[in-house]
Structures are given as structure tokens and as C-alpha cells.
């Protein structure tokens, strides 16, 4: 079983915009736990603790209450819009051993070759894995690639374990690799230019004399 981030939180009973207010006064995070048939577990967390450990993407919870405790997934994030701070949080519990569909985002690494440059077709990745080995990120390596190159999602390398939604077209290009036009349009202006600047130059020899005149 792979390493669990733990938070230690307290059962709530009181609920409403105003209690939730006062929560985040005293630095908490109303959350609930929700599991498949079963009644949903409403939970504060602490908010320091808690902000910091939603940086990690799919991590795996364990969280502690009272003398219970559960192990949960981030099924949900609610934001303040303009404060940017965490209003709430939903989880879904999980089981060890058990697989879920998770959104992973996609990068890329690596330098293409010549002008070309790596384009990201699909921002994230939905893949089914254990919950052991949840994926925080896919990696795309396009060192060397050259223009016109895609790379499709059928030919991602995933984390040992994980597989492609069902959901999922494995011809869907996920990264394509290509010159882009500006680029195009730089490195022929150089060449186009040298005629003109000669051209100009004749006619301002012409002009010449006729100046003087």
C-alpha cells in the first residue's frame, strides 16, 4: 500500500452558511465523506494542513476522527473565488485494493527537434487504477521529436497498474509536435528581406544625382 497523506479532523454537527463561516475563522474546512450506500460522515478539518495537502493531484487520505478514521480519495474542491481559499471539500471513501477512474494531467519533457515545439492536445487523462497507485501526473517525453509527430493516447506509457478509460479513444493524438507558423514566417523573413534592402539601396543611388541637381 502506497504512502497516505493523514489528516486528523473532528465530527461536526452543526451545518449552514453561517456555522461554516465560523469554521474558516477558527482556521477549519467543513468537509464530508461520502461512501456508496451509506450515510456520508460531515467532517472539519485543519486548514493549513489541508490546503497544503490538496497541492498533491489523486493523493490517497487517510482521515481521522473521533476514534474512527477512513481512507478517501478528493472527490471535490469548492473555492472561494475571489480569496482563492478551500470553502469545502468532498471525499469518497475507498478500500484497499479497489480501482477507481481518476483525471490525470498531462505534460511534456523534453526539447523537439529544430523549430518544432510540443503542443498538448488533451489537458488530462481519465485512467482506472488502484488506489494504492494513483497517478499524480503523465509525462510525455518529445525530446527529439520532429514536426508532424503526434503521440496518441494508446501510446501513453501509464504507471504499472493503470489503464486507459473505457471512455478513452486510444487514436485521440494527446501530443502533437510541430513547427509553428510565426516560427515559419521568422526564418523566411531574412531570406525575403535581402532583395528588398538591395532594391532599395539601387533606387537611393539612382536618386542621387538628381538630388544634388
Known amino acids: 500500500m502506497a504512502d497516505t497523506i493523514t489528516l486528523k479532523g473532528e465530527v461536526r454537527g452543526e451545518f449552514g452558511k453561517g456555522v461554516a463561516r465560523r469554521m474558516r475563522v477558527a482556521q477549519q474546512i467543513p468537509a464530508?465523506?461520502?461512501?456508496g450506500g451509506v450515510q456520508p460522515v460531515f467532517i472539519k478539518l485543519p486548514m493549513r494542513e489541508t490546503t497544503l495537502a490538496l497541492r498533491r493531484t489523486n493523493a490517497l487520505f487517510t482521515i481521522e476522527f473521533g476514534s474512527d478514521s477512513k481512507m478517501a480519495v478528493v472527490k471535490d474542491v469548492q473555492r472561494n473565488p475571489v480569496k482563492r481559499i478551500v470553502e469545502?471539500?468532498?471525499f469518497y471513501e475507498v478500500k484497499a485494493g479497489e480501482k477507481i477512474e481518476v483525471s490525470v494531467p498531462v505534460f511534456v519533457e523534453?526539447?523537439?527537434?529544430?523549430?518544432?515545439?510540443?503542443?498538448?492536445?488533451i489537458q488530462e487523462l481519465t485512467v482506472r487504477a488502484d488506489v494504492s497507485?494513483?497517478?499524480?501526473?503523465?509525462?510525455?517525453n518529445v525530446e527529439g521529436m520532429t514536426d508532424g509527430t503526434k503521440v496518441f493516447a494508446k501510446d501513453i506509457?501509464?504507471?504499472?497498474?493503470?489503464e486507459l478509460?473505457?471512455?478513452?479513444n486510444g487514436e485521440e493524438s494527446v501530443v502533437t509536435v510541430e513547427v509553428p507558423e510565426d516560427a515559419s514566417e521568422t526564418t523566411a523573413t531574412p531570406e525575403a528581406a535581402a532583395p528588398a534592402e538591395a532594391?532599395?539601396?539601387?533606387?537611393?543611388t539612382d536618386a542621387a544625382p538628381a538630388d544634388a541637381a
Open 32 to 35: 464530508t465523506i461520502y461512501a
Open 88 to 90: 469545502h471539500i468532498d
Open 110 to 121: 523534453g526539447t523537439p527537434k529544430g523549430a518544432a515545439v510540443a503542443f498538448v492536445d
Open 133 to 140: 497507485n494513483l497517478p499524480e501526473r503523465i509525462v510525455v
Open 157 to 162: 506509457e501509464l504507471p504499472e497498474g493503470a
Open 165 to 168: 478509460d473505457a471512455s478513452t
Open 199 to 204: 532594391d532599395a539601396a539601387a533606387a537611393t
